[in-house]
């Protein structure tokens, strides 16, 4: 079983930037992907990145390219969400998840409970 706990949300102006921070617990990190998702009210759910843990390699959705980073310190089993150049429109719940189907899946094992981020214009 793993434990994940985010933190890191909060309320930024447009424009600003926030690092958000998943540490995991119960085993290692080594086999998954990794992903950070996030959920608008009145929207799904969507994958925002995702990093295959053992290559160190990310994805990113088009709507966060160039402005978002997902990395990963594999010796704190903790991933990270650098998210820059703010827009209202990046307001939602970030979720991290463990052990996606693949960089793009929606299907995770394991969920954190989410963080709030919110964008003001």
């Known amino acids: 079983q793993v434990e994940l706990v985010e933190s890191g949300g909060g309320l930024v102006q447009a424009g600003g930037s926030l690092r958000l921070s998943c540490v995991a617990s119960?085993?290692?990190?080594?086999?998954?992907?990794m992903g950070w998702f996030r959920q608008a009210p009145g929207k799904e759910r969507e994958v925002v990145a995702s990093?295959?843990?053992?290559?160190?390699?990310?994805y990113y959705a088009d709507s966060v390219k160039g402005r978002f980073t997902i990395s990963r310190d594999n010796a704190k089993n903790t991933m990270y969400l650098q998210m820059n150049s703010l827009k209202p429109e990046d307001t939602a719940v970030y979720y991290c998840?463990?052990?996606?189907?693949?960089?793009?899946?929606?299907?995770?094992?394991?969920w954190g409970r989410g963080t709030q981020v919110t964008v003001s214009s």
């Open positions: 998840a463990g052990d996606l189907r693949s960089p793009f899946s929606m299907q995770a094992a394991y």
């Open positions: 119960g085993r290692t990190l080594g086999e998954f992907v």
């Open positions: 990093i295959v843990w053992s290559a160190d390699y990310p």
